[in-house]
């Protein structure tokens, strides 16, 4: 649903200005809570901040190529695309986490990945 809301944002303006807007809004509203709620998070920030670095930019240029792709096609596509990651991550949790249950999860992400298939057809 809220893929939705952010076509009509990046519609209305640019997948930059979108992005940013929407992840600005988030980091603004949660803020409070997270002050809130923190014992010692703040310190761990400041402990892992080198490790969450990477991640942070990794995750902006995904978010980045995400709202670009929805300025381009259609919403259920783009995430349908997105939701392929799912098999990724199934391998990957029994490659490198050793996850039990690898034949149930592949057996979800397959039929997550037929629905990706039945949608472009």
Do not use: C, W
Request: charged share 15%.
């Amino acid at each position: 649903m809220t893929s939705n809301v952010d076509k009509v944002g990046v519609q209305n303006s640019s997948p930059i200005f979108g992005a940013i807007a929407n992840y600005s809004f988030i980091a603004t509203a949660m803020t409070p809570i997270m002050l809130y709620e923190a014992d010692d998070r703040l310190t761990q920030i400041r402990q892992n901040f080198i490790s969450l670095v990477p991640i942070g930019l990794f995750h902006g240029a995904a978010v980045l190529f995400q709202m670009q792709a929805i300025d381009m096609t259609r919403v259920a596509h783009v995430i349908s695309v997105k939701r392929m990651s799912a098999l990724l991550s199934v391998v990957m949790g029994h490659l490198i986490f050793q996850e039990k249950g690898i034949k149930e999860r592949a057996i979800g992400a397959g039929i997550m990945i037929l629905g990706v298939v039945l949608i472009t057809l």
